[in-house]
């Protein structure tokens, strides 16, 4: 009992921790997530401001400080409240029998850098991918996950919006694509974290991109708009779940853009039951669905 203790309370500072240091620039530089974050969402919102794909949207657009809000509840307040349970979890599996390693089916250990990261982010994003496909399929899951639906108007900061049960629903998965690579991350993994910070942010920004042919391999903001489309095609449960790739959407035949005007009602049917601000959401889902 005293070790479940213990775990929990050296996760819980440990984090806590890091995150302060971070803010005070006493981590390196390349894996200082508190000021990445900022930088990459002051880059993405500047080129929105440049290059708006929806001229009339405000820069301000509507909830974009409730979003701004959400980015640092995710990333890092939550964190810090899970990491405690995480590192018990952890201890508890072990315990078990059940280590990061137990399930090594790839040892790319000796790989050269460039294909450890290539092949970590391939795998993280295509776990991703399909725990999305979930949270979209079971309604439980979408309950949870009607959050990040429920954005109006888009923009860089929607990225972040969602129900912090999303880190919980998706850490399974991502977790069993870091154990089937040996159980660890490769060292450089903070250059797939960032790509996917900024895809992400790209993908939910003002900004009309398309990456030419690669639109087939990387998700972009005119292929993602539609995942947030009010209106779906008929008999579908979702469209172009892709996270940092569109690639899963076209060999699994989920990939939808009819047109790229940028115009279309955002949100779901029944999305006025959701409620406006951050402390409705954050109970959200919880509940019994009024019919
Ligand atoms: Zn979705
Ligand atoms: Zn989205």
Redesign the pocket.
Known sequence: MQDYFEAFTNGFLGTTQWTWKSILFEVPWYTNYFWGLIVISLLVWGLEILFPWRKEQSIFRKDFWLDGFYMFFNFFIFAIVISGIYKVLELLLGNIGVTAKSLAIIDFSNWPIWSQLLIFFIILDFVQWFTHVLLHKFPFLWRFHQV?HS?KEMGFA??LRYHWMENIFYKPLKTFGVMILGGFEPEQAYIVHFAAIAIGHL??ANIKLTYGPLRYVFNNPVM?LY??SYILPKGKFGVNFGISLSLWDYLFGTNYIPESGGKIRLGYPGDEALPKNFWGQLVYGFKKPKL
């Open positions: 990040h954005v929607a990225h993908n939910h993602h995942h947030h």
